[in-house]
């Protein structure tokens, strides 16, 4: 059974910087890709970015040049630094493994608070 834990979120100023880790552990086949995403209450769940075992990355325009996402060499760990940290950036992220048959296995998502 695969799963994904995730940590790193939590409470911080304006401005300010966060770095989200996310595991995972018992996969039968190899991941190909890695992404995490944000859901704010009221909002719709949205891509934050993505990464391939290439190491080609996605970030949605929100986060350009602020948040890098990054893996591990096996596959199994994905990172989301998030620097310039501001209220809109305020919910809860999860991440997701997808592997080559195409299933998708997501975390339980930590909660990223951007307030003074």
């Known amino acids: 059974q695969v799963q994904i834990v995730e940590s790193g979120g939590g409470l911080v100023q304006p401005g300010g910087s966060l770095r989200l880790s996310c595991s995972a552990s018992?996969?039968?086949?190899?991941?190909?890709?890695m992404a995490w995403y944000r859901q704010a209450p009221g909002k719709e769940r949205e891509l934050v970015a993505n990464i391939t075992i290439t190491r080609d990355t996605n970030h949605a325009d929100s986060v350009k040049g602020r948040f890098t996402i990054s893996r591990d060499k096996a596959n199994r760990a994905v990172y989301l630094q998030m620097n310039s940290l501001n209220s809109e950036d305020t919910a809860i992220y999860l991440c997701?493994?997808?592997?080559?048959?195409?299933?998708?296995?997501w975390g339980q998502g930590t909660q990223v608070t951007v307030s003074s």
């Open positions: 997701s493994f997808r592997d080559r048959m195409g299933q998708t296995f």
């Open positions: 018992g996969n039968r086949l190899p991941f190909y890709a």
